[in-house]
């Protein structure tokens, strides 16, 4: 049964994008599954070599929901297909968590308790990152939280490319009817300042994030920073009109987000 929240039912899932990675996806279900919640793992047109392992884990994992896309197109395209299928089986949340072991699944409960106190808040993880991370993409991601925090013309979002985060499903439903979100890497900086437009109070978690020695990464660094160099173009431009909105709550004193 769903757990009651301070606005209704509570029914969080998990919710695991995958694309090739074998060696990882199932310590990352199998914790998740420790934790009590329900895993949708979306599959994004993998080789036959990951297929494997995700059917043998289907199988074996009660609580385990496995969608397949039939070819790879993207993590934002495999987000935005869990997101509204975990909102069409009934779930109210989704923790997007990546399937690579970066992310530290014992933060899971923090997440969870975050959403329970505050169900409408998307709370996100602010990494906190240990000496494995590569210098080149740690100092990217500051150009990125300069122009997030100039889209929302707030400091709400602690870290907008944090893949470790959990979603109101309401609000981002709505979202993906408004307008389509992008298809790779740039999905979650988008999806997070379209919610703040949209009002959703934020919540950033500090959370442990490795990078795992040998680890697979599909960030390519020059396709998906053009992505992202388009997507702010565009995110600017779609806070023009916004801004007086944005403004004014700001003037009201309305909360957008807390550490």
């Known amino acids: 049964m769903p757990a009651q929240g301070t606005a209704g039912p509570f029914a969080p899932c998990a919710l695991v994008p995958i694309y090739n990675h074998k060696d990882t996806i199932a310590a990352t279900v199998r914790a998740l599954r420790a934790h009590g919640l329900p895993v949708l793992v979306v599959d994004d047109g993998s080789d036959a070599a990951t297929r494997d392992v995700l059917d043998a884990l289907a199988r074996e994992v009660e609580g385990m929901r496995l969608i397949r896309l039939p070819r790879n197109q993207g993590k934002g395209r495999a987000l935005t297909a869990g997101l509204l299928a975990a909102r069409e089986a009934g779930h109210t949340h989704a923790l997007q968590i990546d399937a690579d072991g970066q992310h530290d699944v014992a933060d899971a409960p923090r997440f969870l308790a975050a959403a329970r106190a505050e ?30 925090w100039l889209e929302t013309l707030s400091f709400a979002v602690g870290d907008s490319m944090c893949g470790y985060r959990l979603y109101p499903l309401e609000a981002a439903c709505a979202e993906i009817a408004r307008a389509p979100l992008p298809a790779r890497m740039d999905f979650d900086t988008e999806i997070a300042v379209r919610l703040v437009w949209r009002g959703a109070p934020v ?31 565009r995110l600017l431009l779609g806070m023009l009109p916004r801004a007086p909105r944005l403004l004014w709550r700001r003037l009201r004193g309305e909360p957008a987000c807390a550490a």
């Open 203 to 233: 919540r950033n978690l500090p959370t442990r994030v490795t990078y795992p020695e040998g680890g697979l990464s599909h960030f390519r660094m020059w396709r998906d920073n053009l992505r992202i160099s388009a997507m702010h173009a």
């Open 119 to 148: 169900p409408r808040a998307l709370v996100c993880g602010r990494p906190v990152y240990d000496a494995s991370v590569p210098r080149a993409r740690l100092y990217g991601r500051y150009v990125t939280h300069f122009f997030v």
